[in-house]
């Protein structure tokens, strides 16, 4: 029988064999180990326009091993200034199918798993099968909240991040905490799309807010505590500022 690339990758990291492709990892990984971890975790990306396709090739690009890809939608030309994965021969590929050729080009290792549908009551938890954590790539406030209670029933933290024009945030939320309900106190069943749709973002705001959810995702992955947790951080490339807030537990 043949190995897989992941399974060559583990044994000679096992080994103490580095594969250059990681080499720069190491450093932040926490060494052979945790690049191992890495490898064997599987992270969902929910959402893969601005935050997420870029999301989906960096957890790739450190050597998550595997990654679940989760979008219904497809490109249109208002995605080709900020989305990544979008271009003009792409137009108007499913956007998951796109990070999936994305990442097969960037790290033969990865394996993915592609659900071309929105999320939904009915389907979540099946996309969630397995996975160590979320990514809310999201772009609208009633999926984020289905999001949320799905990871709280199934036991999995998840990295929120989200854009409006110049600014961002991120936020990590385990099962138990607050999270979105102390960010969006005053949400309303129905009121679907975030200000984003009324501001509109540019190509660096989710660039910057999806880096910061991979460094959180991870943190999480390698087990390290200095996390954004029953805390939010307050990206404003305008003023060029970073806040962090605690959030109400």
């Given at each position: 029988?043949?190995?897989?690339?992941?399974?060559?990758?583990i044994s000679?990291?096992?080994?103490?064999?580095?594969?250059?492709?990681?080499?720069?990892?190491?450093?932040?990984?926490?060494?052979?180990?945790?690049?191992?971890?890495?490898?064997?975790?599987?992270?969902?990306?929910?959402?893969?326009?601005?935050?997420?396709?870029?999301?989906?090739?960096?957890?790739?690009?450190?050597?998550?091993?595997?990654?679940?890809?989760?979008?219904?939608?497809?490109?249109?030309?208002?995605?080709l200034?900020?989305?990544?994965?979008?271009?003009?021969?792409?137009?108007?590929?499913?956007?998951?199918?796109?990070?999936?050729?994305?990442?097969?080009?960037?790290?033969?290792?990865?394996?993915?798993?592609?659900?071309?549908?929105?999320?939904?009551?009915?389907?979540?938890?099946?996309?969630?099968?397995?996975?160590?954590?979320v990514?809310?790539?999201l772009?609208?406030?009633?999926?984020?909240?289905?999001?949320?209670?799905?990871?709280?029933?199934?036991?999995?933290p998840?990295?929120?991040?989200?854009?409006?024009?110049?600014y961002g945030?991120?936020?990590?939320?385990f099962?138990?905490?607050?999270?979105?309900?102390?960010?969006y106190?005053?949400?309303?069943?129905?009121?679907n799309?975030?200000?984003?749709?009324?501001?509109?973002?540019?190509a660096?705001?989710?660039?910057l807010v999806?880096?910061?959810?991979?460094?959180?995702?991870?943190k999480?992955?390698?087990?390290k505590?200095?996390?954004?947790?029953?805390?939010?951080?307050?990206?404003?490339?305008?003023?060029?500022?970073?806040?962090?807030?605690?959030?109400?537990?």
């Open positions: 029988m043949s190995c897989s690339v992941k399974e060559v990758e000679a990291l096992s080994n103490g064999i580095v594969p250059e492709r990681y080499e720069r990892n190491l450093g932040t990984t926490g060494g052979l180990k945790g690049q191992i971890l890495l490898l064997t975790s599987r992270v969902a990306v929910m959402g893969l326009g601005g935050l997420g396709g870029l999301a989906a090739e960096l957890l790739a690009r450190m050597g998550v091993g595997a990654i679940t890809l989760i979008d219904g939608d497809t490109f249109s030309e208002s995605n200034n900020r989305q990544v994965l979008s271009t003009e021969e792409n137009l108007p590929q499913n956007k998951a199918d796109a990070a999936r050729e994305r990442i097969a080009k960037i790290n033969a290792a990865v394996e993915t798993i592609v659900f071309k549908e929105m999320a939904a009551g009915h389907n979540i938890e099946k996309m969630l099968q397995d996975c160590n954590l990514l809310d790539c772009d609208n406030l009633e999926t984020r909240f289905l999001l949320q209670e799905a990871c709280q029933k199934l036991g999995i998840m990295v929120h991040g989200a854009i409006a024009q110049f945030q991120v936020c990590t939320i099962p138990g905490d607050p999270g979105l309900k102390a960010i106190s005053s949400f309303n069943k129905g009121q799309k975030g200000i984003e749709t009324e501001l509109g973002n540019p660096t705001t989710p660039a999806a880096a910061w959810q991979v460094q959180e995702a991870v999480l992955l390698l087990k505590e200095e996390l954004l947790r029953n805390r939010i951080l307050f990206i404003d490339t305008l003023q060029g500022s970073c806040e962090t807030i605690l959030l109400e537990r």
